[in-house]
């Protein structure tokens, strides 16, 4: 009887620690996911070691609602850009046409040519035309064209673009058996435009390798370039920003809107992989994963 005794507080004793220690492991978790919301980082992965079945689907979900919660934030910044960029685009079209229409009617009148206005009138035209142009390169960002995803083996379609930079030299680790969903020449715009940035950078190599996802797939797109500073980094996806004294600041805000407009994204990772400078994420969507939703 006492043996009985003895070994039942044993085993209340062992339950009582694992249960201690298992509350403080979802607090650990709980307190990891709230930092993480806090400060907008949404690709955090909360370990489901040790958990009950119950416990271990709530953080499947969480985990997965991380990635959702990314996914629209993405999709809201783009919209918002897009609205945004559609009506300056719009006021200054409206504003600099009647400029370049009047000064131009202007630089044909007998009275102006070969006066001491037809210098300044031509200089206001030529201003005018240089900012139409500047505007309309600027509304591509709210005329990409509506993605038409197919299958697409992922190697045979990188394979594809490798040729296009010789003087790079390429590293591929991709599976023969990798599909995924996406519009071709959009997404072939996204890398072209990744690795002109990289070469920009000075990176002489570019790497790329997959990671399956719960439903997709993940391109990480590395270079040995210089690295992005932290300052910088969160701004990288904004319309117009650049560092470059000739850039237009589109390119990877757009690539990351053609990214959205297919179900996946791009992303800088915040820390890149060992032996390289910078390195990106693609997120693409498996045929698997449309076939079945």
């Excluded at 953080?59 to 783009?78: C, P, R, S, Y």
């Excluded at 992005?228 to 920003?241: A, V």
């Excluded at 470059?244 to 996946?264: C, E, F, H, N, P």
């Excluded at 915040?270 to 910078?278: E, N, Q």
Aim: aromatic share 6%; with cysteine; hydrophobic share 40%.
């Amino acid at each position: 009887m006492v043996i009985a005794l003895c070994i039942a507080c044993a085993l209340c004793v062992l339950f009582g620690c694992s249960q201690f220690f298992h509350q403080r492991k979802m607090k650990r978790s709980a307190y990891v996911m709230r930092e993480a919301l806090r400060n907008k980082d949404f690709s955090f992965r909360l370990s489901t070691k040790g958990m009950w079945s119950g416990e271990r689907a709530m953080m499947d979900v969480l985990n997965n609602m991380g990635q959702e919660m990314k996914t629209l934030i993405a999709e809201n910044e783009v919209e918002s850009w897009q609205k945004l960029t559609r009506v300056l685009t719009h006021e200054i079209m409206n504003a600099t046409a009647p400029i370049g229409s009047i000064s131009q009617s202007l630089l044909k009148r007998k009275d102006v040519i070969g006066s001491d206005l037809e210098e300044g009138i031509r200089a206001i035209r030529d201003t005018s035309a240089g900012l139409g142009h500047f505007v309309e390169n600027y509304r591509r960002f709210t005329l990409v064209q509506k993605p038409v995803p197919v299958a697409t083996n992922a190697k045979k379609f990188i394979d594809g673009i490798v040729p296009m930079y010789p003087e790079v030299e390429w590293e591929i680790v991709i599976g023969d058996d990798i599909d995924i969903m996406i519009d071709e020449g959009l997404v072939r715009q996204v890398i072209i435009n990744l690795v002109k940035n990289a070469r920009e950078a000075g990176a002489t190599k570019v790497g790329i390798e997959t990671i399956k996802e719960e439903k997709g797939i993940c391109l990480l797109i590395s270079n040995d370039g210089a690295p992005i500073p932290s300052e910088i980094s969160r701004d990288i996806f904004t319309p117009f920003f650049t560092t470059k004294s000739t850039g237009s600041g589109i390119g990877l805000s757009l690539s990351r809107q053609i990214m959205v407009k297919q179900g996946g994204e791009l992303a800088l990772r915040k820390r890149a992989i060992a032996g390289w400078g910078v390195t990106f994420e693609i997120h693409l969507l498996s045929p698997h994963s449309v076939f079945i939703s």
